[in-house]
């Protein structure tokens, strides 16, 4: 029982830390409760400037230059009194739209820029984006819509024609004047839109030219006198501001706690955190009850870990940082830092929640890779403080941040999170060679995996400690935090996908209880499930992949809301070769596609099974009604889906023409084919059931498809043809016109037999068959005087032909029973047999040879 227990103990050991967080900060409130009078005593007689906010100083960054007011983008564009007032909102988007633009585009051209400055014009590019879009495409249909009407009044009547109606004529000419202020607002449109994304573009390169330029930027390095000068001078200014900020906020609680205050906030954190014991316990006691697979278990344990662990901390501290707030007990600026606090406590918890959920130390049971307790136990505790590391360094920087320290310290930060961290990652790399070398209980492979993992460590370490020893140091603090956020990202993501492919692969499959059970409610067959869930796993793999490569791959360039930017304007469209194309007309398409191919296959099989059977047409028409009907319903839905996409029939012929070159060489049997096929369900010349005989090949027709034909033999092999065999070759169709068909029966009997006799035996024969039929009535022939007897033949009509095998076969039955009652002999050919005996000795074949 203790063994069964001991994982959820791992997974909701959060709670108890969240628990012991709130007790402390509940007994700072009791600290405060217990001196809030004598406090608010002191806080009269103090200055009115220590109770308030200490005055920050905006820092300069290094190697930056005062922003130029020239360079900043205004949040509203000036109020520019135009002379006349737009008549239509069109026009009005498209004037706010230019002069907003303009300001946007002034601002490019400044000589210096910063990102806070460049971001600001990113967030008012994307809706001015959209927006123009739209404007342009409702202009587009207006001006689509009055050419249409234009088009219904026709031209104006030349000089020598009847005058048409002044009512005509005046509409005529108000839609004209109509088209032409539209056609002009939408090329307005279209020369912002260009102008918004070449300014989008501009934007997006100074961009990372900027990060650029910052994360290259040299300052004086470790082994530099100037560096720890100005860090000896700016850790007690640092620390005097840090103790002035604890002050402040000390008596702004002091002054502001009640009594009524410090109770609710107390009893509020009481209440979280006793929610959130009952709520691992409850977690814990249900999932411990569940039956789960071997794969899909350590999977889900895997992300219970990884979420407990990753939540609960960071949880704690923004709880208790809004409750405070909510009370009045913590000012703006002391949130603030409670917020990232929290973030700082959510890096660290999220690298050893993805350390514990991934390598599982001291539980082999749940582990997701086949390593070794003592390789485990490592990777976790390496992964851990270095994901400290990261949210040490992240806090201390917001606190920089906050205090205005001087920039000395945000170097040595940086300085302090690429040294600490090559060194951990040196130290796994040592410990982990050692291991190598006197671990015999490793599994196999391992070794070659530990390797490619130093080379990758010993990269990162030699790309954080070159750009220290060089002053490159926000390079370096740059490369730590990579390591940090990929190692972590990358161990998330190999537990969501193993989480994702157990779930889809082994709990909602068609092959577990509980998937049949998903696939009844659906009303799906086991089939589908299985194809659902498989689209649904590699969906969802595909989106976690995604996510973590753009998360990884932020801050190198490739800016979040651009990608963004792309995902709208890709929902919106984009064109293509005069067309345009968006995610919303492809979904469209695709869905009439689907539609429209069931609906005409549905149509085709009732057309096959219900309604083609009730009429008096043979089945071969039958079956190229519904082909011809299926392809030109298909054809019909392809119309559907170039129409949606906005492709029309021109643009398909000019496609047309420029592959007719490749159609007519390189396809061309393809075609020759495709048109024999639909000239075989035109003409039919063959149908479905026919007897027929073409390239050797003999069989009954089963199917006449586009570009084959099948033939099933009398042996049951299928035979596919092509259909262009049926039109340029000789073809033998037993059954075209009827089935009818003629039975010969060739017979040989002797010389001394009576004429008449045979003549009557023969025709009596074929009378007396049931399938022969009496009009035409059977005939008898004598062919010829053979070398050894008379030759006959009986000739008779069938009404089906496919009976011909078991007629003849019965009528040879027939006349050789009655040759045999009236003593009519068939002559054969004499031949000598030899009985087989002892073969014979040389000297009796000499003499059996030699000649008497």
Known sequence: MRSTERPWRRVFGGGRAMAAAVMILAAVLIGVLATGPDAAAQTAAQPQQQQSQPQQQPRTPPAAAKKPAATTAPAQPPAAKPESKPDTPAAASLESNRSALEEIEKALAAETHFEDTLAEMRRRLTPMRSDLRDTAQALEDELNQVTAQLKQLGDAPEDDEPKEDAGL????????????????????????????????????????????????????????????????????????????????????????????????????????????????????????????????????QAV???????????????????????FGLMPAWIKAIGVGLALAVLAASTGRAVALALFAPGEPGRRLFAWSDAEAARATRHLTWAARMLGLAAFLNLLHKTTTAPIALTVATSALLALVTAAIAFHFMWRTARSSVVDDDAPPGSAQGGIRIRVVLAVFVAGMLIPLATGYIALAAFVASRLVIVLTLTGALVILDAFVDALFGQVLSSSSERGRAVAALLGLSHRGLDLISTLLSGIIRVALLVVVILAVLGPWGVFADDVLSRVAEAAFGWQVGGVTISIQTILGAIAILLIGVLAVRGAQRWLQTSFLPRTALDPGLQHSIAALFGYAGLIGVLAAVLGAIGIDLQKIALIAGALSVGIGFGLQSIVQNFVSGLILLAERPIRVGDWVVVKNEEGFVRKISVRSTEIETFDRASVIIPNAEFITSSVKNWTHANTLGRVTLKVRVAYDSDVAQVRDILAGCARAHPLVLKAPPPGVYLLGFGEIGLDFELRCILSNVENGLTVKSDLHVAVLQKFRENGIKIPYPAHEERVPGPPLLAHEAALKEAPT
């Open 169 to 300: 004529a005046a509409e005529r000419d108000k839609l004209e004047k109509r088209q032409s202020e539209v056609d002009a607002g939408l090329k307005q449109a279209r020369l912002l839109i260009q102008r918004a994304d070449d300014a989008s573009i501009k934007v997006t390169d100074l961009r990372r030219g900027l990060f650029t330029k910052e994360l290259l930027a040299r300052s004086p390095g470790l082994f530099n006198r100037t560096f720890w000068g100005d860090l000896s001078d700016g850790i007690p200014s640092e620390t005097g501001r840090v103790v002035q900020l604890v002050r402040a906020w000390w008596l702004y609680a002091a002054n502001a706690a009640g009594r009524g205050n410090v109770i609710g906030a107390l009893l509020t954190l009481a209440g979280f955190a006793l929610a959130a014991v009952l709520l691992f316990r409850w977690l814990r006691q249900r999932l411990s009850q569940e039956r789960m697979t071997a794969q899909f278990g350590r999977a889900f």
């Open 304 to 326: 219970m870990v990884l979420l407990v662990h990753a939540v609960a901390m960071p949880g704690a501290v923004l709880v208790t940082v809004l409750v405070l707030e909510n």
